[in-house]
């Protein structure tokens, strides 16, 4: 398994042991995108640094620690930062999306730019090839669907199914379905042949950020779809071939059909993700609230959890710990991953003090107490 973070790095795991082999720290910023092309074993990565790095995927997983050097090919020419990739099963066409609205095609065999194309309005956050690299679909946070031919090098059709922007994409295997969700939080399958003949399928919770196509339970598939919350849910799509043949579909939005699909048919879930935090002034205590609104107390220096709180109020707790003592900053935290991450920087880390019967620590007679 290969994954890509906000803390700015690719990993690449052994999924039957569950430990990391090899940690990638090329990219300088958050890496938003992962593109595989199974045939050459070739994977893409690339973010919000403008870059898009080749892997070799053999290479990557024979990494070790005594071996841990990797050599990568890059592409460069992506002027903003990008949030989408796709790259097609035989490894000679790469597609990049991102916010300045246009898809930019390599051939990642030769790392040339081979075109460049115009036609949303806004961030693109998605995106699909055919097998052979001659069409793309790209769903953007414009709300539209485009089909794009590789070869004249133009957008063919536009579909405008969704209220919001698209923020994930999968199609079938004949190219020829394509399911859509995003902020809306709907999701659709229409038919890229014509299309009046959409579906909805069914409505999250919370905005889509991905989706899977599980075509292993044919017939029927199933979507896996991540969204905004912390929890996975499995939606199979039962009956959705019959309802698409019986063109029965009905467009007047005042009577809309209902969702095929009301409830998961599976669910993994998440834990909840901590949104909030405030380091108290002792500048070794961190207060946190997380996405169920429950409140926890850190321990900086013990790097671990002090004690749950519960749903209490977060401005009273930090009222309520408040001391008369000042301390430089020594660290800094951020929530990127939606967990606390303390980052030391050598410029200040070493710039507070305090003394060892005020931290809690005893010492030996004569010695130094800070």
């Not at 690449?12 to 050459?40: E, I, P, Q």
């Not at 405008?160 to 698209?166: A, L, T």
């Not at 292993?216 to 979507?223: F, M, N, Q, T, V």
Request: proline share 4%.
């Amino acid at each position: 398994v290969i994954s890509a973070s906000s803390d700015t790095t690719v990993k690449v795991w052994n999924a039957h042991k569950g430990f990391c082999m090899s940690t990638l720290r090329t990219h300088k910023d958050y890496v938003k995108a992962l593109a595989y092309a199974k045939d050459k074993e070739l994977v893409a990565s690339a973010g919000l640094d403008r870059q898009i790095f080749l892997w070799d995927v053999n290479t990557l997983t024979a990494l070790t620690a005594s071996n841990n050097t990797v050599t990568t090919s890059s592409l460069s020419g992506n002027k903003d930062s990008i949030y989408s990739l796709a790259m097609n099963q035989m490894g000679t066409v790469i597609v990049s999306g991102s916010t300045e609205k246009v898809l930019r095609v390599w051939d990642p065999r030769t790392c040339a730019k081979l075109m460049k194309l115009k036609g949303h309005t806004d961030n693109v956050k998605a995106l699909l090839l055919n097998r052979d690299g001659t069409q793309c679909l790209s769903g953007s946070s414009d709300g539209t669907i485009r089909l794009w031919s590789l070869g004249q090098q133009r957008c063919i059709a536009t579909y405008r199914v969704h209220d919001e922007g698209v923020w994930a994409l999968q199609v079938n295997e004949a190219f020829t379905h394509v399911y859509s969700g995003g902020r809306d939080r709907k999701i659709y399958c229409t038919d890229l042949r014509n299309p009046d003949i959409r579906v909805l399928i069914c409505e999250e919770k919370a905005p889509v950020l991905k989706m899977e196509l599980d075509r292993s339970a044919d017939p029927p598939p199933a979507l896996w779809v991540a969204t905004t919350k912390s929890s996975v849910n499995k939606w199979t799509l039962k009956g959705i071939h019959n309802f698409r043949a019986s063109g029965d579909y009905d467009n007047d939005c005042t009577n809309p059909i209902p969702p095929l699909c009301t409830q998961p048919d599976q669910v993994i879930k998440g834990g909840a993700s901590i949104i909030q935090c405030h380091i108290l002034n002792d500048k070794r205590h961190i207060l946190t609230k997380d996405t169920n609104n429950n409140v926890a107390y850190w321990d900086v220096l013990k790097a671990c959890k002090v004690e749950d709180l519960g749903k209490v109020d977060f401005e009273e707790e930090i009222k309520k710990r408040f001391k008369m003592v000042y301390v430089p900053n020594w660290f800094s935290v951020d929530l990127k991953t939606g967990m606390l991450t303390i980052t030391l920087d050598e410029s200040d880390c070493f710039a507070a003090w305090v003394s060892a019967k005020d931290a809690g620590f005893s010492s030996p007679d004569g010695s130094d107490p800070k």
